[in-house]
């Protein structure tokens, strides 16, 4: 590869990770305000995520701008598109050799993604979530929404097996959704 390539890429991301970095601190603030979550977890899985990204913006196997990584009670879920199985592997092992990682979900797909795809899937993920915001028995806060090609991943804790329904109808009820696969816990976190 050219040196000027590898500098090109090397800079992008470095951009990523303070991106990310960025991105992190404002959650933080939104999650600290609102969530059951007591702020060890949060710090916690906030901590290994950004752990995470900054790996993979690092390794020049994997593009991090195609791997989402959401982490709840230290269980990392991956997803997303990538061109190479070594990438998709390369992407897991780097989680997994991530300090306070419990478990790694690898929902990533071999494939690209267009432009027009990630903008669907945004305005996707942003239309549940505001559903969610706005329906009074949910706590979106412990909610987390992924959608890659219309399929809607929900990943956190809830109160009780009505909510985890409830949250699941959500979404499966908003336009656009292909199909909803529901990783929500049950019940109190018992911390550690």
Same mark, same amino acid.
């Given at each position: 590869?050219?040196?000027?390539?590898?500098?090109?890429?090397?800079?992008?991301?470095?951009?990523?990770?303070?991106?990310?970095?960025?991105?992190?601190?404002?959650?933080?603030?939104?999650?600290?305000?609102?969530?059951?979550?007591?702020?060890?977890?949060?710090?916690?899985?906030?901590?290994?995520?950004? @752990?995470? #990204? +900054?790996? %993979? !913006?690092?390794?020049?196997?994997?593009? *991090? /701008? =195609?791997?989402?990584? &959401? $982490?709840?009670?230290?269980?990392?879920?991956?997803?997303?598109?990538?061109?190479?199985?070594?990438?998709?592997?390369?992407?897991?092992?780097?989680?997994?050799?991530?300090?306070?990682?419990?478990?790694?979900?690898?929902?990533?797909?071999?494939?690209?993604?267009?432009?027009?795809?990630?903008?669907?899937?945004?305005?996707?993920?942003? @239309?549940? #979530? +505001?559903? %969610? !915001?706005?329906?009074?028995?949910?706590? *979106? /806060? =412990?909610?987390?929404? &992924? $959608?890659?090609?219309?399929?809607?991943?929900?990943?956190?804790?809830?109160?009780?097996?009505?909510?985890?329904?409830?949250?699941?109808?959500?979404?499966?009820?908003?336009?656009?959704?292909?199909?909803?696969?529901?990783?929500?816990?049950?019940?109190?976190?018992?911390?550690?």
């Amino acid at each position: 590869m050219n040196t000027c390539l590898q500098v090109e890429s090397a800079k992008r991301r470095v951009a990523a990770v303070g991106t990310w970095l960025g991105l992190l601190l404002v959650a933080l603030a939104l999650i600290g305000c609102a969530s059951t979550q007591s702020a060890g977890t949060q710090m916690g899985d906030s901590g290994i995520a950004v @752990k995470i #990204k +900054t790996k %993979l !913006a690092a390794d020049p196997e994997v593009n *991090p /701008f =195609n791997v989402d990584v &959401d $982490v709840n009670e230290g269980v990392v879920r991956l997803s997303g598109k990538v061109e190479d199985p070594e990438a998709r592997v390369q992407a897991e092992e780097l989680a997994r050799n991530t300090e306070g990682v419990v478990r790694v979900v690898n929902d990533i797909e071999l494939g690209s993604t267009t432009l027009g795809e990630r903008v669907d899937d945004a305005g996707l993920t942003l @239309k549940i #979530k +505001t559903k %969610l !915001a706005a329906d009074p028995e949910i706590n *979106p /806060f =412990n909610i987390n929404v &992924d $959608v890659e090609d219309g399929k809607v991943t929900l990943m956190g804790r809830v109160t009780d097996e009505r909510h985890k329904q409830h949250a699941e109808e959500i979404a499966r009820n908003t336009e656009g959704v292909r199909s909803v696969v529901n990783r929500l816990e049950v019940g109190e976190r018992t911390e550690q």
